[in-house]
């Protein structure tokens, strides 16, 4: 699934396979201040939005949480996503693309001539680095907070 994170400061996108995972990193990443809009495969923007949350205390996200998951507290997301989905969590942070819709497009037809994850890699620094217009750094938030929980898990 993509989504458009809307947040004040920039145009970015996810790619995110899992639900948990995306309300996990919308609530990391931005602590309430953005939210996902989910996308269809021809751009237009579907009915799925994890909101922000910058107004809500702890009992609207949870709240809001056990509505849309079998789980009663975001405390409880956090643990099934860290737990249980691991490793899509540190794809899907990985996955954070500065610019809209056509922009990913754009981005990943660059990725599919690329071989080789160091050069991925710097294909994604290059990319997000060239349009980042902001000083909050996002991308580089997410990059850290994954390769954080890919050394907690080769402890």
Known sequence: MLFDINCMSDFMTIKVDNMKVATFICLKLGYGKYEFILE?????EDAYIIPMFIFSDIDDIDKWVSEKFDIDTVEELIKDVIINHK????????????GKLADRKSFNKGLELIEGKEKELEWIN????????????INSFALDYANMLEKEGDE
């Open 40 to 44: 269809d495969d021809e751009g237009n």
């Open 87 to 98: 490793d899509e969590l540190i794809k899907s942070l990985r996955r954070i693309v500065y």
């Open 126 to 137: 290059h990319w997000n680095d060239t349009r980042r217009t902001s000083l909050n750094d």
